[in-house]
């Protein structure tokens, strides 16, 4: 087995990169732009560009290294190709070959939320932890589900797609996704900032943020802690639908921890025992006790998820 393996996460604006001992030590990372122009045509090449040079750089010899992984902003089946990465410009690309014939090293690619997942489990919140469920609450509801220390990627690469979970059949107004009813659109930042909305359209209680001009999930999160009644009933309900959520996926998967990560985690515990209060009132007998944590790797997961992808 080699010494070394590289761990690459792709975002929207920039590819994270980190250059690993097997064993998990993280002995660098960097950052490069990602270049999405011409259908984002230069995204990989300049990854394998970069790895290349980290190699030449530190005087690694490429037998030494055991491979790169790369986690991408879309649907990756078991081959590791994706169908399409909208927010990267891309249409069917095999990542793996491409990558492979790039740099000369073996490769593997997943799902970003799926390879954080992964590095929540090997490295962060879960350490230890063999079956893992992670949901990741940014601008929308990211997840990965971890199964005997693997990822569940699924036949269409869509596993572990929790944010389009339909949890609401009732709801009028449609997700990004084209459903109506998708956890992101109660969950995600976007959705938090929407059922504030609604909760302010409907409520005659005194609220912060309703001189607000721009309501934003953190204000609704900050608001919330300081017991604003408005914020409550929002979070009240955001937490009945993703601890309501949690539940089901627990009854199927019956994770050891579920972690909680992206940027509205950084509410911490309050956002735990909100989601908690719920989650325990639902979820089946032998799940209640399941630990909800605060991922702990926040922007490296990714990175150390993709280098234990290729371990």
Known sequence: MGTYCF??????????????????????????????????????PDVAATVNAKIEEKGISKD???????????????????PCAVNLYWGYKNVVKELEDLTGLHAKA?????????????KGAAAGSSDVIMVTLGTGVGGGIIVDGKIVTGHHGAGG??????????EKEACNC??????????????????AKRELAVSDADSVLRNKENISAKSVLDAFKANDPV?????????????????????????????IGGGVSRAGQPLI????KYYKEYAFTACKDTPIVI?????????YGAAKMVL
């Open 7 to 44: 761990g690459i996460d792709v975002g929207g604006t920039t590819v994270k990169c980190g250059l690993f001992r097997t064993d998990g030590t993280l002995l660098e990372k960097w950052e490069i732009p990602t270049r999405k122009e011409n259908n984002g045509d230069q995204i990989l």
């Open 64 to 82: 030494d290294v055991e491979g790169v992984g790369i986690g991408v902003p879309g649907p990756v089946n078991a081959a590791g190709e994706v």
């Open 110 to 122: 997943g799902n970003d939320a799926n390879v954080a997942a992964l590095g929540e489990a090997w």
């Open 161 to 170: 797609e929790i944010g389009h979970a339909n949890v609401d059949h009732h």
């Open 178 to 195: 084209g459903n109506k009813g998708c956890l992101e659109q109660f969950a995600s930042a976007t959705g938090i900032v929407r059922m």
């Open 231 to 259: 914020a409550v009933a929002t979070m009240e309900k955001v937490g009945e639908q993703l601890g309501g959520s949690l539940a089901i996926f627990t009854s199927i998967v019956d994770p050891e921890t579920i972690v």
């Open 273 to 276: 025992d909100c989601i908690q």
């Open 295 to 303: 991922a702990t790797l926040g922007n490296d997961a990714g990175i």
